[in-house]
């Protein structure tokens, strides 16, 4: 089956630090990936929508210049959490869409703690 | 925006009991998915649904869609402990461009 692998698995760092989330499509070719986040004991919340070799397409609230994804490839896109903040400690979850399946296919999250 | 709603928020049952959760949601679809998510992972698809099917079946799970009703069932059977899990559906919005829509999950807890 496809599979997406999804890294670090879990960050802990001081306020004001930046962090990069990595999400890579193994096995398929990923021109869609998304960036969710989930707070405990809650629904996922779609941040952003990825395509490769175009700008990522944001959720209404999410500050894009706060939440920098980049998709490169057709295997990998990132996503940097900039000057982290206590407040943006949570549970990052990305998946990525082969082109004509509709089912996404998951990582396994990000656990970031902002001290 | 989240359109998805689950019930029940949290159900716990016997092991060998069958465990039905329901999701209802307000647009239209092209197809519904569910998927299930152990504590601190990331999701695993389960099983989709098209807006022309009314039942669909896979192993012990059985998905059931009411485009009438704008809602789902999803029917684990001969339950296991290893089914402790949250579930989600999620919908795939005609008018969102194939984004899912996440529904706000049912808590499975199936005690051995």
């Known amino acids: 089956g496809a599979v997406v692998s999804q890294h670090p698995s879990r960050v802990i760092c001081k306020s004001g630090t930046s962090v990069k989330i990595e999400c890579r499509s193994l096995d398929f070719q990923a021109t869609t990936m998304f960036w969710y986040r989930q707070f405990p004991k809650q629904s996922l919340m779609l941040m952003a929508t990825s395509n490769e070799g175009s700008k990522a397409t944001y959720e209404q609230g999410v500050e894009k210049d706060k939440f920098l994804i980049n998709h490169a490839s057709l295997t990998l896109s990132t996503l940097t959490v900039t000057s982290a903040h206590p407040e943006d400690s949570s549970f990052y979850i990305c998946?990525?869409?082969?082109?004509?399946?509709?089912?996404?296919?998951f990582g396994d999250g990000t656990r970031l703690s902002i001290l | 925006s989240q359109q998805g709603e689950e019930d029940p928020q949290a159900l716990s049952i016997q092991e060998g009991e069958n465990a039905t959760m329901n999701c209802s949601y307000k647009?239209?679809?092209?197809?519904l998915q569910w998927y299930r998510q152990n504590s601190g992972r990331g999701l695993v698809h389960l099983i989709l649904i098209r807006s022309n099917e009314r039942e669909k079946h896979s192993g012990r799970l059985r998905v059931t869609l009411d485009t009438s009703k704008k809602s789902s069932s999803l029917l684990i059977t001969a339950s296991r402990a290893a089914d402790t899990a949250s579930y989600f559906c999620?919908?795939?919005?005609?008018?969102?461009?194939?984004?899912?829509?996440f529904g706000q999950g049912t808590e499975l807890s199936v005690k051995p």
């Open positions: 998946s990525a869409s082969e082109t004509v399946l509709p089912a996404q296919h």
């Open positions: 647009t239209s679809i092209n197809n």
């Open positions: 999620a919908t795939d919005d005609t008018n969102q461009g194939g984004k899912l829509i």
